[in-house]
């Protein structure tokens, strides 16, 4: 028997996806929902996918419901630059642009749920609290850009793995409760694109590493996989 679209009111696509509380999508009630997911589409794309191209027409936008997105920006010569990273349930698009002027990437395997531009733009104009929800995450946005800025201008190499580190075991979960004092993750970028975002060396990186293996507040498996022994001793190096 086909299943409904909809139970009490919210679509049975919605009932449990992060971004339907937390994200823009919660700023709407179930009739919007129901609206909104009859032009959505839940995806996933596979490690190093190209999700928005650089300089390209935009035509949807998206919803992260788990991984991570590695923002990308490209100067004239071809030169890149690591610009950010994106985790559920974050907003993958810029509203009202007809072009992009980042690439986003899939940095992890990740799952999205992609919505057309116009219905989305359209939703936006009828439905103002959606619109404050995307002006606060722009917010958000430009609040961590800024502290980033500290990071790569002020701070010093161990403090800068710490503080990437944590951003990552802070993020990669949103379902994760907040309180606790260990976490595990795979890195979602390659020791090159780590140095790349915070402005070191491959080899600064890796030693930086192992430093902090050798005095046990992470351990590290198959190269990848990272396990904070304690989060509060991980956010007392990275000099906040």
Not at 115 to 133: G, H, N, S, T
Not at 222 to 240: D, F, I, M, P, W
Request: glycine share 6%; proline share 4%; aromatic share 4%.
């Amino acid at each position: 028997m086909r299943k409904d679209i909809h139970t009490s009111g919210v679509p049975v696509l919605c009932e449990s996806c992060e971004a339907r509380h937390r994200g823009i999508c919660g700023a709407l009630d179930p009739e919007q929902l129901v609206v909104l997911a009859k032009n959505s589409r839940r995806h996933k794309a596979e490690e190093g996918t190209e999700l928005v191209g650089n300089a390209t027409a935009i035509e949807s936008y998206s919803n992260v419901l788990s991984g991570v997105v590695k923002l990308t920006k490209t100067l004239s010569d071809g030169r890149q630059q690591i610009v950010g990273l994106q985790f559920a349930p974050d907003f993958v698009g810029r509203p009202f642009k007809t072009e992009s002027e980042i690439e986003a990437v899939a940095a992890t395997d990740v799952s999205l749920c992609s919505f057309p531009k116009a219905a989305v733009e359209r939703m936006m104009r009828e439905q103002p609290d959606m619109q404050q929800r995307l002006f606060r995450q722009t917010l958000k946005e430009l609040d961590e850009a800024r502290d980033w800025m500290v990071t790569l201008g002020r701070k010093t190499a161990p403090e800068k793995i710490a503080s990437f580190l944590l951003l990552i075991a802070r993020n990669i979960d949103p379902s994760a409760d907040p309180n606790r004092d260990t976490a595990a993750f795979d890195l979602p970028l390659t020791r090159a694109d780590i140095a790349d975002f915070l402005g070191l060396t491959i080899e600064t990186v890796s030693r930086q590493l192992t430093k902090l293996r050798a005095e046990g507040i992470i351990r590290i498996e198959n190269n990848r996989h990272v396990t904070v022994e304690s989060l509060a001793k991980l956010e007392a190096r990275t000099g906040e």
